[in-house]
């Protein structure tokens, strides 16, 4: 198997880190080490300055702990030519004299300075913010879980999407949690620096004095600077990586450069700049800091505060000329004409006195009940309903309200905003006084009532509505109408790929190897026009795949289906514990409407006689008006191989008549005829 070169050069140099623990090396092979040390250091702390999130570095805790025993094991070198050879090379005593200036004093002095800085400042603060990252990273996610879940269920994102963002998710509380326990390595590699500094020191009085035969003042002075130097040369790669650790685990994710995003929020505002100006001028005057340093400094601030208001002003104004550009190519742009050809699926206009019912900052609800509309209509017949447009319209009565389905109204209704509709449901005698009124949804005879009369009339049982309700109701009456010529093929397609995620086998029988989506379409919009439920797709596709080999006339497809669906039919229009009352067809009128029955290629059409249509229809008026004067709902029920041509016989004169076939009955429902419908 061939290594990795990346994987060969990770082992070498944490191979080399344990081998400098038990061998000893050479002055100038330490000397390169601590260079290729310090450049490490450097390309972590740049790396961790520009990453514009911390997953940029997530291996950032594991390369913590490899860079921290590879210094330690440097130290651990270092003491050991310290101690032995007094030589550890140009590296260590350049740090020792340089730094320190050639000064015992003064260069112990920086080194303890840099350490404290180190441990108390960088190291502490650092430790401190890990753990408390790391808790609220791993307290917020199951919000973030739930968020990325809604956003999948709503459609916001995709499958794709959404497990890149868990992984993301997992990848955060991985690393903050990896980091809540790296932070230790930088303490520990601080508090090992003191400590080895100290036993340098004292190791190297000794060895000194006992055997190199120094006195206690020439022991202390080279070892002394030897161990300082060696312990600024560790410090520093140390201070590095401790403050790109601090800048990990503070960064805030961002779109933008850190150096952007920090310079930008400090010089940003010119009033900062202007205030801070005048303060060190003022200072600079009336206090003995110096003059010649703090009032030209001040004037440098007052000087850049103008130029960022000027440009400001410059930017606004190139700003508000640009937008004005784009507003007049946006109205310039051929696509604009494009866009009014758009046409709403479902929109509701109000007169500006209905305005407050819709408007959610003065009370209004209608938007949430339009959003349950949609839930209802889904959860009731199977269908997503379009987004329902609301607008408001100045040229309408103020109190006037339209339906429009595809640019056209097919409705509308006048409420009155601060009043009830009261409606008498049949059996309340004594009346109340208002303003009579035509309920729009279901063309009803009510009443419009005051609030105050509205407590009188619920006493007396009234059934009474309050405006949103009315037009609630009206759209969802009329939604629940034209449903099916809002199923477009679209819709059809979107249908079928989410029950193919579940079912890949029927769906790949079914489409486009039999049937195409317009087929299909046309078999569901039939359900709906009926107000058959689509949401059993299973049955609905298995039976289509069964029967469409043997035809492809969707009104027959439909049939079947129906058939196939028989127990929602059956729970939809009877009631299991008791006879169920129904209209039944002469025998004689089922095989005059079968003989009439023409087929074409455009499909199959009624060709009976105007006067047999007049007789039929009108022995259907008067077993209709039995089952109503019973109490009774009207339905038909006729040989399957009837039922399609006689409800589009009927549909003209009764477009609500039910009309079902014996083999949509479940087995378990019991009826009974009370009448049959002849042509004599």
């Known amino acids: 198997m061939k290594i990795k070169k990346t994987d060969l050069a990770l082992g070498v140099y944490l191979l080399a880190a344990i081998i400098f623990f038990i061998i000893p090396i050479a002055s100038g ?4 080490l601590l260079a290729v040390n310090m450049s490490v250091a450097l390309i972590i702390l740049f790396n961790a300055l520009y990453a514009k999130e911390v997953l940029d570095m997530a291996s950032f805790p594991t390369i913590l702990l490899f860079t921290t025993i590879f210094r330690l094991a440097l130290n651990v070198s270092s ?5 032995t050879t007094g030589n550890p090379g140009k590296v260590v005593e350049t740090f020792g004299q340089f730094v320190g200036g050639g000064n015992l004093v003064i260069g112990a002095i920086i080194y303890v300075v840099i350490t404290i800085i180190q441990f108390v400042v960088i190291n502490k603060g650092t430790e401190r913010v890990s753990e408390v990252t790391a808790r609220f990273t791993l307290d917020a996610m199951a919000g973030k879980q739930m968020a990325i879940d809604s956003d999948l269920n709503t459609g916001a994102i995709t499958d794709k999407e959404a497990k890149e963002k868990r992984k993301k998710l997992q990848q955060e509380n991985s690393f903050f949690g990896s980091m809540d326990g790296a932070t230790k390595f930088v303490k520990g590699d601080a508090t090992a620096g003191l400590i080895i500094t100290g036993i340098n020191i004292v190791g190297g009085i000794v060895m000194g004095m006992l055997y190199n035969s120094l006195t206690i003042q020439d022991a202390v002075s080279k070892y002394v600077i030897l161990t300082i130097g060696d312990g600024l040369s560790s410090s520093m790669p140390s201070l590095m990586i401790s403050l790109a650790t601090g800048i990990l685990v503070t960064k805030a994710s961002s779109d933008g450069e850190l150096g952007d995003e920090i310079i930008g929020q400090l010089f940003s505002i010119d009033r900062v700049l202007l205030m801070v100006g005048m303060a060190l001028i003022g200072l600079g005057i009336f206090t003995p800091l110096p003059i010649y340093i703090y009032p030209p400094l001040g004037l440098i601030m007052i000087i850049f505060s103008r130029k960022l208001a000027s440009g400001r002003q410059v930017a606004a ?27 709403d699926p479902i929109e509701v206009e109000f007169g500006y006195g209905i305005i407050p019912i819709v408007d959610a900052k003065q009370g209004g609800d209608l938007l949430d009940r339009v959003v349950m509309i949609r839930r209802q209509i889904a959860l009731e017949l199977g269908v997503v309903v379009p987004i329902i447009r609301l607008r408001d319209n100045i040229q309408l009565n103020p109190n006037q309200y339209i339906i429009k389905m595809k640019g056209i109204q097919i409705s509308d209704g006048e409420i009155l905003f601060d009043h009830y509709m009261a409606m008498n449901p049949g059996y309340v005698e004594e009346e109340v006084t208002g303003i009579p009124t035509i309920e729009p949804s279901f063309h009803l005879p009510a009443i419009w009532i005051t609030e105050g009369q509205r407590e009188r009339a619920e006493s007396l049982g009234y059934t009474v509505v309050d405006p949103p309700s009315i037009i609630a109701t009206h759209l969802t009456e009329v939604v629940r109408q034209h449903v099916a010529e809002l199923l477009t093929r679209q819709d059809v397609a979107s249908l079928i790929d989410n029950f193919k995620e579940k079912n890949p086998e029927v769906v790949e029988e079914l489409v486009p190897k039999l049937m195409g989506i317009g087929e299909v379409q046309k078999v569901l919009q039939n359900l709906l026009e009926e107000g058959i439920s689509i949401r059993d797709m299973v049955t609905i596709l ?40 129904v209209v039944t067809l002469d025998p004689q009128v089922e095989q005059e409407i079968m003989g009439s029955v023409k087929n074409t290629e455009q499909g199959s059409y009624l060709s009976l006689d105007p006067e047999r249509v007049r007789r039929i229809i009108d022995s259907l008026k008067d077993k209709i008006k039995s089952l109503e004067d019973m109490g009774k709902n009207p339905i038909v029920v006729t040989s399957p191989i009837v039922r399609l041509y006689f409800r589009k016989l009927a549909q003209d004169y009764y477009n609500d008549l039910i009309v079902v076939s014996y083999n949509e009955i479940d087995s378990n429902i019991e009826i009974q005829s009370v009448g049959v419908v002849t042509a004599e």
Do not use: C, W
């Open 29 to 32: 092979l330490l000397d390169v």
């Open 79 to 83: 003491t050991r030519l310290i101690l």
């Open 317 to 343: 104004i190139e700003e508000e000329t640009e937008a004005e550009e784009t507003e007049a190519q946006e109205i310039r742009k051929p696509e604009n004409v494009v866009n009014l050809l758009n046409v």
């Open 542 to 581: 298995e039976t289509l795949a069964d029967h469409a080999p043997m035809t492809r006339d969707t009104d027959i497809l439909t049939e079947y289906v129906r058939q196939g669906l028989k127990r929602a039919i059956s729970s939809k229009y009877f009631m299991l514990d008791e006879v169920n009352s």
